[in-house]
């Protein structure tokens, strides 16, 4: 239908009816138009504006997928840079205390990164700190893998070289792990059980009954075998290149001092001499005169696992024996 057009006349007060031109029509037209269009557009950019456009939905989704993903990585590396650890502290603190080797230093470990500049090329990134935190986990596990490799080729090489040596340095447990009645108090400062003070202690309990079987940890020759106050009657075991094995509060005793003894030999029986407040082995290891933490010495006997439980057991603050 034809669309018609009144105006106002205040003189006549009435409506006249109005012709408009073509182009006053079209006009009309055009801008009815625009104001639909834009209103319309306007809406659209509205609702991308709130609930997004469809890409933009799947990139977040993606982006939150893989944040997660970096997280989990991130997690995963701190495992292995714990494991790395572990196998770190085997390597200076038993392979290479027996090797009688330094340490691998704790410079040469670390060193490599720390570059303040290295990660400069990630900065700008919306997760920055979390990538450049993996990388850098990534970075010092690839450093300390490479190092740890080129420590175990010299340890190695090492033992080759130490055959007799290792036939006697102390590596096993004096008394059978089946024999054990309970974990055994470790080497360090402990509550002592008679004066109730903290005290040293110079050695490792192994709480057994008596007459359970003491054996020799390291091929060597008897240098004590009688009485020695506090002790009761104790074995000293001289091992040669600086080891000392001392087996204390025995019940009996095997052995004579100049007596030659092979590792695993049953030198004693658990007893309860002494200054002792139950059947047990007080057991220490000498090296070079002096009295260091068994718990590296037992390495013959015990799995990664193992080795992994004797260290929290001489951790174990629970009862000394003395
Ligand atoms: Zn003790």
Known sequence: MRKVYYIYNPKTRTY????????????????????GMGFGAGSFILLFWIFGT???????????RLQA????????????LGVMQGIQQRDDNLY??????????????KAGYGGTNRYEELMD??????????????????????IQSKSFDEVVDLFKDHDEMLRCIPAIQPVSNKNLKQTASGYGMRIDPIYKTAKFHSGMDFSANIGTPVYATGDGVVKKAGWQTGYGKLI???????YETWYAH?????????????RGEVIGEVGNTGKSTGPHLHYEVHVKGKVVNPVNY?????????YDKMIELAANHGKVFD
């Not at 919306?126 to 935190?133: E, F, K, P, R, S």
Request: hydrophobic fraction near 45%; glycine fraction near 2%.
């Open 236 to 242: 000293i075991v001289n091992h040669g290149f600086g």
């Open 250 to 262: 025995l019940n009996d005793m095997d052995v004579r001092v100049g007596q030659k003894v092979v």
């Open 298 to 306: 037992y390495f013959m006997d015990l799995s990664a696992e193992d």
């Open 69 to 80: 993903q970096y997280n989990v990585l991130s997690r995963r590396l701190d495992e292995a």
């Open 96 to 109: 290479r205390v027996v090797l009688q080797a330094d340490p691998v230093a704790d410079a040469v470990r």
């Open 125 to 146: 990134m919306a997760n920055a700190d979390l990538v450049i935190n993996t990388t850098q986990k990534m970075d010092m596990l690839n450093r300390q893998l490479y």
């Open 54 to 64: 469809p890409s933009e939905k799947q990139l977040r989704i993606e982006n939150s």
């Open 16 to 35: 006249d009816r109005i012709y408009p031109t073509f182009r006053q029509r079209v006009l009309d037209v055009l801008k009815r138009l625009f104001v």
